[in-house]
């Protein structure tokens, strides 16, 4: 009888210690399970050389020339002049890589460069170029180990000269498709010899002299004035897929852009694979959720199990929160993270929470089957909608929708995307995690 009591005693300890570890011992289950999350690559310096492209139109000074009476530009950022040279400065002190410039077909090293950004001497074409540009920077970028930085505020123009000629101001435009197909040849040229794109949107106030509309001011624009603050330029980073995401993850883009359109994304060998743990709160019915079966018996002790003292369990909607370590998104990862999940076997999901893991409620315990393995994929829209920073009629709409807006950009970026098939549809899978529900 004494033997009796004595077994029922250390029973009653035995499920009271289990019981204790599962509710205070962390709430931790599941830590033996893998989630792939994006991966930080090693870098072996893959950037050797940078060549920076200034756009030297007339139109470009204006970022840079605060000179004049007008009060408002007196105290003027030139942010132009100083996210480049903290761009360049980056690629030199964090790369050690060469850098170069080039205006006008004329050859500057770093300094030279940004002493002709400082006095205005380096700007003295006509029209942005876009096309031709590019065509340069697909020159430069050879390899795996040169980049080219394009400098522009990214104007699609034939010229005034151009207007004049054909006699029509709206000549730009009547042939913005002309102007679109011009650029999309070029990024088909970069694509076909495997070059990536990241353009890199900045604004900067603006000394307005050289400001000038699709019509090239021969139709004034009476919102000239107000436009001049928030203007936008753009750098264009065209290389390959290893150098631009160097850079990236290296923090050579200087922070304080408002925008970033790219080709890059991410591809299964961009993953890598973490543990994860999962808990429940205090007040949850604890049950069992955890890792697919083992294939060698002798990791059955790793499968995940947890007691239950709840009497509503089967009708209760249950809490699980995953953690795993952190991890950083590349910078051309738009932040909109949509989950895909079973509907039948998830009532919600949240988003990543510090990209570090998410919360899911599940469906209620008696709903569930008794086995099911549930895959869980995070992914984010590598078509990025271009809308708020483009804009095809800067003389006849008000200056609120012009301000921060760049003329004929949205053929820019449409060229982009045709030439590279990115379609609204396509996703970058950022986050991948697999787990079981067991009832037992």
Same mark, same amino acid.
């Given at each position: 009888?004494?033997?009796?009591? !004595?077994?029922?005693?250390?029973?009653?300890?035995? +499920?009271?210690?289990?019981?204790?570890?599962?509710?205070?011992?962390?709430?931790?289950?599941?830590?033996?399970?893998?989630?792939?999350?994006?991966?930080?690559?090693?870098?072996?310096?893959?950037?050797?050389?940078?060549?920076?492209?200034?756009?030297?139109?007339?139109?470009?000074?204006?970022?840079?020339?605060?000179?004049?009476?007008?009060?408002?530009?007196?105290?003027?950022?030139?942010? !132009?002049?100083?996210?480049?040279?903290?761009?360049?400065?980056?690629?030199?002190?964090?790369?050690?890589?060469?850098?170069?410039?080039?205006?006008?077909?004329?050859?500057?090293?770093?300094?030279? +460069?940004?002493?002709?950004?400082?006095?205005?001497?380096?700007?003295?074409?006509?029209?942005?170029?876009?096309?031709?540009?590019? +065509?340069?920077?697909?020159?430069?970028?050879?390899?795996?180990?040169?980049?080219?930085?394009?400098?522009?505020?990214?104007?699609?123009?034939?010229?005034?000269?151009?207007?004049?000629?054909?006699?029509?101001?709206?000549?730009?435009?009547?042939?913005?498709?002309?102007?679109?197909?011009?650029?999309?040849?070029?990024?088909?040229?970069?694509?076909?010899?495997?070059?990536?794109?990241?353009?890199?949107?900045?604004?900067?106030?603006?000394?307005?002299?050289?400001?000038?509309?699709?019509?090239?001011?021969?139709?004034?624009?009476?919102?000239?004035?107000? !436009?001049?603050?928030?203007?936008?330029?753009?750098?264009?980073?065209?290389?390959?897929?290893?150098?631009?995401?160097?850079?990236?993850?290296?923090?050579?883009?200087?922070?304080?852009?408002?925008?970033?359109?790219?080709?890059?994304?991410?591809?299964?060998?961009?993953?890598?694979?973490?543990?994860?743990?999962?808990?429940?709160?205090?007040?949850?019915?604890?049950?069992? !959720?955890?890792?697919?079966?083992?294939?060698?018996?002798?990791?059955?002790?790793?499968?995940?199990?947890?007691?239950?003292?709840?009497?509503?369990?089967?009708?209760?909607?249950?809490?699980?929160?995953?953690?795993?370590?952190?991890?950083?998104?590349?910078?051309?990862?738009?932040?909109?993270?949509?989950?895909?999940?079973?509907?039948?076997?998830?009532?919600?999901?949240?988003?990543?929470?510090?990209?570090?893991?998410?919360?899911?409620?599940?469906?209620?315990?008696?709903?569930?089957?008794?086995?099911?393995?549930?895959?869980?994929?995070?992914?984010?829209?590598?078509?990025?909608?271009? +809308?708020?920073?483009?804009?095809?009629?800067?003389?006849?709409?008000?200056?609120?929708?012009?301000?921060?807006?760049?003329?004929?950009?949205?053929?820019?970026?449409?060229?982009?995307?045709?030439?590279?098939?990115?379609?609204?549809?396509?996703?970058?899978?950022?986050?991948?995690?697999?787990?079981?529900?067991?009832?037992?």
């Amino acid at each position: 009888m004494k033997n009796k009591v !004595l077994y029922i005693v250390l029973a009653v300890i035995a +499920a009271a210690a289990l019981i204790t570890i599962f509710r205070n011992g962390g709430g931790e289950y599941g830590s033996k399970a893998e989630v792939s999350v994006p991966a930080t690559h090693s870098s072996n310096n893959v950037v050797k050389a940078v060549t920076l492209l200034i756009d030297n139109s007339g139109s470009m000074r204006g970022y840079t020339d605060f000179s004049g009476n007008k009060p408002q530009f007196k105290h003027s950022k030139k942010a !132009l002049l100083s996210i480049t040279g903290d761009l360049m400065a980056n690629c030199n002190n964090i790369l050690q890589a060469n850098s170069s410039a080039i205006c006008s077909g004329k050859s500057y090293t770093l300094e030279q +460069a940004l002493t002709s950004l400082s006095d205005y001497s380096a700007f003295s074409g006509p029209i942005t170029e876009v096309d031709k540009l590019i +065509a340069v920077a697909a020159d430069k970028a050879v390899g795996d180990s040169s980049v080219s930085v394009l400098v522009s505020d990214m104007i699609l123009s034939y010229g005034k000269t151009t207007l004049l000629t054909k006699k029509d101001n709206f000549y730009n435009a009547h042939a913005l498709s002309d102007l679109k197909t011009n650029v999309r040849n070029r990024f088909q040229q970069l694509k076909n010899a495997g070059k990536e794109v990241l353009i890199v949107k900045y604004q900067s106030d603006f000394n307005g002299n050289y400001y000038y509309n699709h019509t090239e001011n021969i139709v004034p624009n009476v919102y000239k004035d107000s !436009l001049m603050a928030d203007r936008p330029f753009y750098f264009m980073i065209v290389g390959s897929k290893a150098a631009l995401n160097e850079m990236c993850e290296r923090n050579c883009i200087p922070a304080g852009y408002t925008d970033i359109f790219t080709t890059l994304s991410l591809a299964e060998n961009d993953l890598k694979t973490e543990s994860y743990s999962v808990s429940q709160p205090e007040e949850q019915p604890q049950w069992i !959720l955890g890792n697919p079966k083992p294939k060698d018996e002798s990791k059955a002790a790793d499968r995940i199990f947890s007691v239950s003292m709840s009497r509503n369990i089967k009708t209760t909607q249950s809490q699980f929160t995953f953690t795993f370590a952190p991890f950083a998104l590349p910078i051309y990862i738009n932040q909109n993270i949509t989950p895909t999940f079973d509907e039948t076997i998830l009532s919600s999901v949240s988003p990543l929470i510090g990209n570090a893991g998410f919360t899911l409620t599940t469906q209620p315990y008696s709903q569930l089957p008794k086995e099911k393995e549930v895959e869980i994929i995070f992914t984010s829209p590598r078509y990025k909608e271009f +809308a708020t920073s483009s804009i095809d009629d800067d003389i006849n709409i008000n200056a609120e929708n012009l301000q921060g807006r760049t003329w004929g950009f949205n053929a820019v970026i449409e060229a982009l995307y045709e030439a590279y098939n990115i379609t609204d549809s396509d996703v970058n899978r950022i986050v991948d995690l697999k787990f079981n529900v067991l009832k037992k």
